[in-house]
């Protein structure tokens, strides 16, 4: 069984290692501070997970690519309890499978 932890691990080893927060209406990596719009990043892929006791404890990760090149992963609730300011903002950013 696939887990959030393993799919950001996986998704670290394809160079996915930035972590991202929505702040707003951008997108703010953690570890460098740089600042994107929603215009500025694509999501490449995404994970979407169940809790394995709880069908309520359900969560997504995205993995984001920016214009600069910087990769990273952003993790959310998924359905009911995901935030409104996180869905705001990925309703602004287009999927794009990388080549």
Do not use: C, W
Not at 14 to 28: I, Q
Not at 64 to 71: F, H, M, N
């Amino acid at each position: 069984m696939r887990t959030l932890s393993g799919a950001i691990e996986s998704f670290v080893r394809r160079g996915f290692t930035e972590h991202f927060r929505v702040v707003g209406d951008t997108l703010r990596a953690l570890e460098s501070g740089k600042v994107f719009g929603a215009n500025e990043a694509v999501i490449r892929e995404y994970d979407r997970f169940e809790g394995a006791s709880d069908p309520d404890d359900m969560s997504i990760v995205y993995a984001i690519e920016s214009v600069d090149g910087t990769r990273g992963t952003l993790v959310d609730a998924f359905g009911v309890y995901s935030n409104p300011v996180v869905s705001a903002f990925l309703d602004n950013v287009r999927i794009q499978r990388a080549p």
